[in-house]
């Protein structure tokens, strides 16, 4: 059970329930409400892409207005940013309590850190301004508006003339302005509501929770504001969190959180199902979605965010023509300092926000190719013996892996870079018994560091002054798996340097090629700390609190590492580093893979993974897992084997278990469960080709590797809250993992005027916008086809996908009723990055009129770009299809008997089988050994 009082409620976190009580005191007020924020009329400045000004606080009591610059840019891509600074802080003119070493000003380098690129700003953009507002209009065929109002200060965002975002639309901004601490002696005791504005003012100077006491050196800071989404009924986003995929409701009500969605990096132990509570990582992305229509913010701010969500009937835009019962949803938005930065995508489409927003914060990482096949992992595998053997009955048993894991244990009393001398006498033997089939070993290392005499990494990091501070500037000393610990400031570009000095093969010892890595604990986890993690006022390279950083902190490590795995040895030619971290901040999906902790041996869990992942995966980060089979308990074996059908589906397909449970890797299983597990893992690396692609799409373009139904289907509204089924990328694979005990049936949501066919029967089951109902077996894992697709294959069983590499394919064919279907194949080497230089393949496969063509996905510019290309094409040239395969081919095909293969100019006839389906099942044509060359274009006529 998660323990509730180690982590705050919004009541319990001071800027949380100031920004939450103007909310409601601005409700108190209704249609009578004035924001006290104005955009100055005269300041306004409309230059190329840009429109700046100061935005005026008033005061009640009267005094003088604080000027808050504001700047607004409008970029090609159709993308608005609205940054909201206060000049007072800008100018360092404030005072500092406790002889702070803080730096002044907001907190200004989140986008440093989180965007690969500003954006191009938009050189059509047009601005007029009148005295009551400023109007713009932007984006491609300037199909996008922005009217910003000057008093109060708001924005509208209309898409092709009609109403979609909000800012500022109630009246909920706050931006807590730099004041300095009165004190009032009032009978001795602090007063709790300031007499001019009538606020409370009893969490602006300190804050104690579970013992722990916030100095608060800069006072209250927080920056709040309302964005609404204007007809639009669903919001999703926002993780991580045990929640839905489309988020409910969190001002309480039936079936609604009374709590906030909270975004704080924590550790949190036993996390509970259906929470708004904060996890490990924080991505503050949402989209809103309603029929053919998705918009969505950005909400750019490392400090601790809550976001409010409530659903309003009848929509206040009378302009739109509201689909979904005419239901506003409006979000309230609140971090405890740093800037007022937000982003605005207006869509079209799911497709178009994700890549609006992954141009920004960069796409996800092209992994190596075994990073797609199964690890193994468990709190440990305790010996270098004990991995050597584990690798042997895997083997021994058929069952195909890529890496296996080492947590903290191999370390020699948990000091990092270092090998237990006793457990692990042979680390170079064990991972050369693991390269000797392609295998990988990932080691974990986390950003404590132990705090021992003769270590040489502490020796380091305190000579060279390279660990976080406390708030008297001193290294930061705190608890975690080795005890007394520092942590590395992965924000200090020194730590880099050093922390890359860490990892050559001859400083860590012991590692070879094939070692990557596992950042763990980097939220930070501080066993003694406030809410298991640092203080927020320590104090981080280039004198930043903690509170400003504390949601980037966990990507800074990550960064750090990729880093030192980029230059591991200059000579050896770089290979694509693969880590995986438990925390995240936007932007992370440049750097390796993601998981979502520490969950349960529970259907429950099990059934929650999906919704997680899949959120995951429309806010950019698809590289995304969770420990199968679950980290606390010991599953049955029907959990167990459930839970490897539906990780065969997560894009990051890792086993994990706590080091207090029972052995469980898939040979202990026992009949019929093994089996049945190795069937799931077979099904996983024969897809490989697919899943590769799909990552290759997803490194180019932010598309997630798995879909949820309303990114797949945006006019379907009967789907845009179903969160347990969905698509693997844009192969029409469509799957719906059994996640509950005992299951017999399982029923699939098939939206209308579409077909599918069953993956293992070719069963044909017509699309008509209802459910359909499946047996389910415990060897049946329910995955559809959609008709349409061609989806690549390998079927021959191996040790491990880098033994897959030079196996021909499969091609499998399912065809509309009108005899079509189409897709793709990306293929490279699966390690180096010499596919951006060329050295890769990708296919455009359409099979129409009777003939399959396989042609080269790119255009003839783009195809002779690379130098390394031709080698790669010729290197590949042994590589063919084995088999066609086409689900649903007309009954009159049975007459045919053989189809026509034409590779370059040549053509040959080659045998073709038919079988009838039976009643309710697919005729299947089959075409063995075609002979054609994979990077080469062909047909086959058929
Ligand atoms: C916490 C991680 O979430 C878990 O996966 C790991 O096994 C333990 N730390 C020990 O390193």
Redo the contacts with the bound molecule.
């Keep these: 059970m998660v323990k509730h009082e180690n982590f705050k409620t919004c009541e319990q976190s001071g800027f949380c329930k100031r920004n939450r009580a103007y909310a409601d005191n601005v409700a108190t007020y209704g249609n009578t409400w004035a924001s006290p924020y104005t955009l100055d009329p005269n300041s306004v400045r409309i230059r190329h892409g840009y429109v700046t000004g100061t935005v005026l606080k008033s005061l009640k009591s009267g005094g003088q207005a604080v000027q808050l610059p504001v700047k607004l840019a409008f970029l090609e891509s159709g993308v608005a940013r609205v940054t909201i600074d206060e000049f007072k802080r800008q100018q360092k003119d404030i005072g500092l309590r406790h002889g702070s070493q803080a730096r002044k000003e907001r907190y200004n380098e989140a986008a440093a850190w989180a965007l690969v690129t500003d954006g191009e700003l938009d050189k059509s953009f047009s601005g007029e301004e009148s005295e009551e507002e400023t109007v713009v209009r932007y984006g491609p065929k300037q199909r996008y508006r922005a009217v910003i109002r000057h008093d109060p200060f708001s924005i509208d965002f209309f898409r092709d003339d009609e109403l979609h975002i909000k800012i500022n639309g109630r009246g909920l901004m706050n931006v807590e302005h730099w004041r300095a601490m009165v004190v009032k002696v009032e009978k001795g005791k602090s007063e709790k509501k300031d007499p001019e504005d009538g606020e409370d003012e009893s969490t602006w100077w300190e804050e104690t929770f579970g013992g722990n006491i916030d100095s608060k050196p800069r006072g209250p800071e927080s920056v709040g504001m309302d964005i609404s989404f204007i007809g639009y009924q669903h919001v999703y986003g926002i993780p991580g969190h045990a929640s839905s995929l489309s988020l409910k409701q969190t001002r309480g009500g039936p079936g609604n959180y009374e709590q906030p969605y909270r975004l704080y990096n924590s550790?949190v132990f036993e996390y509970e199902m259906d929470s708004p509570m904060t996890l490990?990582g924080a991505i503050p992305l949402m989209q809103a979605h309603r029929k053919d229509s998705t918009v969505g913010v950005f909400w750019l701010n490392a400090a601790e965010t809550w976001i409010d969500i409530v659903k309003q009937k009848v929509s206040s835009n009378p302009n739109s023509l509201v689909t979904g019962g005419g239901t506003d949803t409006e979000t309230h938005w609140f971090s405890e300092s740093g800037l007022l930065d937000v982003f605005v995508f207006l869509g079209p489409s799911p497709k178009d926000v994700v890549a609006q927003y992954s141009e920004l914060t960069g796409y996800t990482q092209l992994p190596q190719q075994f990073a797609l096949g199964y690890h193994q992992?468990?709190?440990?595998y305790v010996s270098d013996e004990d991995v050597k053997e584990v690798d042997t009955n895997f083997d021994k048993n058929n069952i195909p892996y890529d890496v296996i894991w080492l947590?903290?244990e191999y370390t020699d009393g948990k000091k990092y870079f270092t090998w237990d001398p006793h457990a692990f006498p042979d680390p170079l033997g064990m991972e050369k018994q693991l390269n000797d089939q392609e295998r990988k070993l990932v080691v974990?290392i986390?950003p404590h560091i132990k705090n021992v005499d003769n270590y040489a990494v502490v020796k380091e990091l305190k000579s060279m002054s390279l660990g976080v501070k406390d708030k008297n500037n001193k290294l930061f000393e705190g608890w975690c798996?080795p005890g007394s610990s520092h942590w590395v400031d992965c924000f200090n570009p020194v730590t880099i340097d050093w922390w890359r000095s860490l990892f050559t093969y001859k400083s860590f010892q012991g590692t070879a090629p094939n070692v990557f890595l596992w950042n763990?604990?980097n939220e930070p986890?501080v066993f003694n700390g406030p809410e298991t993690t640092m203080p927020k006022d320590n104090i981080h390279h280039g004198n930043w609190e903690h509170r400003d950083v504390h949601n980037i902190n966990g990507m800074t490590f990550v960064n750090a590492t990729f880093e030192a795995l980029l230059h591991r040895d200059p000579a050896i030619s770089r290979r694509r580093p693969f880590i995986l971290t438990?925390s995240y901040y936007a932007g992370s999906q440049r750097l390796g893979a993601m998981?979502t902790?520490?969950n349960l041996a529970a259907w429950s869990h099990l059934a929650a993974s999906i919704p997680m992942i899949l959120t995951h995966n429309v806010a950019g980060f698809p590289f995304a897992g969770a420990?199968v089979g679950g980290?606390f308990g010991d599953p049955s074996k029907e959990l167990l084997t459930r839970w490897y059908q539906a990780g065969a589906f997560y894009p990051f397909f890792r086993a994990?278990a706590?080091?207090d449970t029972r052995r469980r890797e898939p040979y202990l299983a026992g009949d019929p469960y093994k089996e049945i597990i190795t069937q799931a893992l077979r099904l996983r690396y024969s897809l490989l080709p697919a899943w590769y692609t799909t990552f290759h799409s997803a490194s180019t373009t932010g598309a997630p590797i798995i879909q949820p139904h309303y990114y797949a289907h945006p006019s379907d509204e009967a789907g845009f809250a179903l969160d347990d089924q969905f698509y693997v990328g844009s192969t029409g694979l469509l799957a719906k993992p059994v996640t509950t005990a005992g299951a017999e049936s399982i029923s699939i949501y098939l939206p209308p005027n579409t077909l599918y066919y069953d993956y293992f029967t070719y069963t044909i089951h017509p699309g008509t916008g209802s459910t359909i109902t499946i047996p389910t077996p415990l060897d049946k894992i329910p995955l559809l086809m959609r008709a349409g697709h061609i989806i690549p294959r390998k079927d021959h069983p191996r040790r491990s996908s880098g033994l897959m590499r030079y196996d021909p394919y499969t091609l499998l064919i399912t065809l509309t009723p009108e005899g079509t279907a189409n897709g793709d194949l990306y293929i490279d080497d699966g390690e180096s990055y010499d596919y951006q230089e060329g050295a890769f393949i990708h296919r455009n496969f359409t099979f129409a009129l009777n003939s399959l063509s396989s042609l080269d996905f790119e255009d003839e510019k783009q195809r002779n770009k690379g130098k390394k290309r031709r080698e790669y094409v010729r290197q590949m040239d042994r590589v063919r299809v084995e088999k066609i395969i086409i689900v649903g081919v007309p009954g009159s095909w049975q007459a045919r008997k053989e189809v026509r293969v034409v590779e370059d100019g040549e053509g040959r006839g080659v045998e073709m089988g038919f079988e009838r389906g039976g009643a309710g099942t697919a005729n299947v044509a089959t075409v063995k050994d075609p002979g054609v060359r994979i990077g080469r274009d062909w047909r086959v006529e058929f």
């Design positions: 550790d490990y992992c468990r709190w440990n947590d903290i974990i986390d798996w763990d604990m986890s438990r998981w902790g520490d420990d980290f994990h706590h080091t």
